[in-house]
């Protein structure tokens, strides 16, 4: 069987790398820019760093606001009418991974108008071509969405996001640059961090991993546990850790898939309006204990990487323990609550519990699982 890995044409890291924005849009002879990002961005000056830039550079853009923090099926299709209005010729996305998947959605439609209900694109779409080019500047650490393959749309009608996987989706350019990530909100950027590492653990144990996804997802967990509690209190050390970490994980799991932490996040996220990164970070150490069974050796390697010392001497069974202490210490050291007590409604457990096996990420997961025990874990969060 044959391993296949996808990722960006091109990429930036580093401070200042939004400067190269401009000179890739000349290179690339793309005459004008459709602008996604959210509201808030706009409101903040955050958009303003890259806007600047183009215009600075003389090139012509439109800007496109209609997003919510879980896009919707009409946050696309008006991103879609609004494009076509513009005369662009490519796609600036800044933001989180909200501005990012409408992005992407928005550019398949635009070269696959076959797929313009939205709905038709959920789970392994058959598109037959790149989506209109799309360079990526993410605001927050965790997503990785400027790396996927991947984005989540929501059908708010009823009531569930729909994960979309698609190789034609996938930004020709990423511009990592930690400025662009500097005045995130203490939870925020916890929140987004525990995503990133939810991303690095789940990649690395997935039925897909294999040697050079482990590679990312190994050095991604590295990464992200020695930089996340630096960057929730403000260190810029903290900070560019986090902006390369999270990169690295996303250029694992892109290409070899999530497990059940992802698919019962995602319910929480369309029927609560949870943020992700909250619903992952909470879900994930009770997850890691289901799993267990199902990983080998790999907890053991996840331990190491957490910083967790004298892993070698211990046993499985303790080495596997260590490691979802070392998550569960990590996740209560940048706030994150403890259980989804103050989320979950009992009366939505089979709703949720069902969503959570019906979606894309499910099989995915080392360990088969079924609705009912899906439901169990819910009940164990609670």
């Given at each position: 069987?044959?391993?296949?890995?996808?990722?960006?044409?091109?990429?930036?890291?580093?401070?200042?790398?939004?400067?190269?924005?401009?000179?890739?849009?000349?290179?690339?002879?793309?005459?004008?820019?459709?602008?996604?990002?959210?509201?808030?961005?706009?409101?903040?000056?955050?958009?303003?760093?890259?806007?600047?830039?183009?215009?600075?550079?003389?090139?012509?853009?439109?800007?496109?606001?209609?997003?919510?923090?879980?896009?919707?099926?009409?946050?696309?299709?008006?991103?879609?009418?609004?494009?076509?209005?513009?005369?662009?010729?490519?796609?600036?996305?800044?933001?989180?991974?909200?501005?990012?998947?409408?992005?992407?959605?928005?550019?398949?439609?635009?070269?696959?108008?076959?797929?313009?209900?939205?709905?038709?694109?959920?789970?392994?779409?058959?598109?037959?071509?790149?989506?209109?080019?799309?360079?990526?500047?993410?605001?927050?650490a965790g997503t990785a969405a400027e790396v996927t393959i991947n984005y989540v749309?929501?059908?708010?009608?009823?009531?569930?996001?729909?994960?979309?996987?698609?190789?034609?989706?996938?930004?020709?350019?990423?511009?990592?640059?930690?400025?662009?990530?500097?005045?995130?909100?203490?939870?925020?950027?916890?929140?987004?961090?525990?995503?990133?590492?939810?991303?690095?653990?789940?990649?690395?144990?997935?039925?897909?991993a294999w040697a050079m996804s482990d590679m990312f997802h190994i050095k991604a967990?590295?990464?992200?546990?020695?930089?996340?509690?630096?960057?929730?209190?403000?260190?810029?050390?903290?900070?560019?850790?986090?902006?390369?970490?999270?990169?690295?994980?996303?250029?694992?799991?892109?290409?070899?898939?999530?497990?059940?932490?992802?698919?019962?996040?995602?319910?929480?996220?369309?029927?609560?309006?949870?943020?992700?990164?909250?619903?992952?970070?909470?879900?994930?150490?009770?997850?890691?204990?289901?799993?267990?069974?199902?990983?080998?050796?790999?907890?053991?390697?996840?331990?190491?990487?957490?910083?967790?010392?004298?892993?070698?001497?211990?046993?499985?069974?303790?080495?596997?323990?260590?490691?979802?202490?070392?998550?569960?210490?990590?996740?209560?050291?940048?706030?994150?609550?403890?259980?989804?007590?103050?989320?979950?409604?009992?009366?939505?457990?089979?709703?949720?519990?069902?969503?959570?096996?019906?979606?894309?990420?499910?099989?995915?997961?080392?360990?088969?699982?079924?609705?009912?025990?899906?439901?169990?874990?819910?009940?164990?969060?609670?």
């Open positions: 069987m044959a391993n296949r890995f996808v990722l960006n044409e091109t990429s930036y890291h580093g401070k200042g790398a939004i400067n190269e924005i401009a000179t890739e849009i000349k290179a690339r002879a793309y005459k004008k820019a459709f602008v996604c990002s959210d509201p808030d961005l706009i409101k903040l000056g955050i958009s303003a760093k890259v806007t600047d830039i183009l215009d600075a550079a003389g090139i012509a853009y439109d800007v496109f606001s209609d997003i919510k923090p879980n896009p919707t099926i009409e946050n696309v299709q008006n991103g879609v009418a609004a494009f076509k209005k513009s005369g662009a010729d490519c796609i600036v996305a800044i933001g989180g991974g909200s501005s990012m998947d409408t992005a992407k959605a928005i550019g398949i439609i635009i070269e696959n108008p076959e797929f313009a209900d939205v709905r038709s694109l959920e789970g392994v779409a058959p598109t037959k071509n790149k989506c209109t080019p799309i360079i990526a500047v993410p605001t927050t749309i929501t059908d708010a009608e009823k009531d569930r996001k729909m994960v979309c996987v698609d190789v034609h989706d996938i930004p020709v350019v990423a511009v990592v640059d930690p400025d662009m990530m500097a005045s995130m909100p203490k939870g925020l950027t916890a929140a987004t961090g525990m995503d990133a590492l939810t991303h690095a653990i789940e990649g690395y144990i997935t039925g897909g967990i590295e990464i992200i546990a020695k930089s996340l509690r630096g960057a929730v209190a403000g260190e810029d050390a903290g900070r560019e850790g986090m902006a390369l970490g999270q990169y690295i994980a996303g250029m694992g799991f892109s290409n070899v898939g999530l497990g059940i932490v992802h698919s019962m996040a995602h319910p929480l996220g369309a029927l609560y309006d949870t943020p992700h990164g909250i619903a992952n970070a909470i879900i994930l150490p009770t997850v890691m204990e289901y799993n267990a069974p199902a990983t080998g050796e790999k907890y053991r390697d996840i331990a190491v990487a957490m910083g967790v010392s004298g892993v070698d001497k211990m046993t499985l069974d303790e080495a596997r323990a260590a490691a979802i202490d070392a998550v569960k210490q990590l996740s209560a050291d940048v706030g994150i609550p403890a259980d989804l007590k103050a989320i979950v409604k009992a009366e939505d457990l089979d709703f949720l519990a069902q969503s959570a096996y019906d979606d894309a990420c499910r099989p995915g997961n080392p360990r088969e699982t079924s609705v009912a025990e899906i439901k169990e874990l819910y009940l164990k969060l609670m």
